[in-house]
């Protein structure tokens, strides 16, 4: 009974085996998937492209930001509400 049992576990460990060796034959792996579609380097270049220039934007829009802070606050020193009492003694 034992020997009829080993034979079994043993014939289906083989079996898996056997299985785990051959069916990565019919797959494609991703790679050579993915390699089949020639504008995927472009596009990929273009989104980084795209995303530097983002930055850029983002980086304009926040020193934009900065000097519209800056002009509010000499206009508020202008116009004398400014709430700062060092910088706009009050009259």
């Keep these: 009974m034992a020997d009829k049992t080993t034979k079994i576990l043993l014939g289906a460990i083989a079996l898996g085996l056997w299985l785990n060796a051959v069916l990565p034959l019919f797959k494609p792996s991703v790679s050579s998937a993915q390699a089949d579609w020639p504008y995927l ?6 989104l980084n ?8 934007i983002d980086t304009a829009v926040e020193k934009v930001q900065a000097i519209a802070d800056a ?11 400014c709430p700062n009492k060092q910088i706009c003694p009050s009259k």
């Design 41 to 46: 380097t472009s596009i990929d270049k273009s």
């Design 49 to 56: 492209s795209l995303d530097r220039h983002l930055s850029r």
């Design 71 to 81: 002009v509010e606050k000499v206009q508020a020193i202008a116009d004398g509400t």
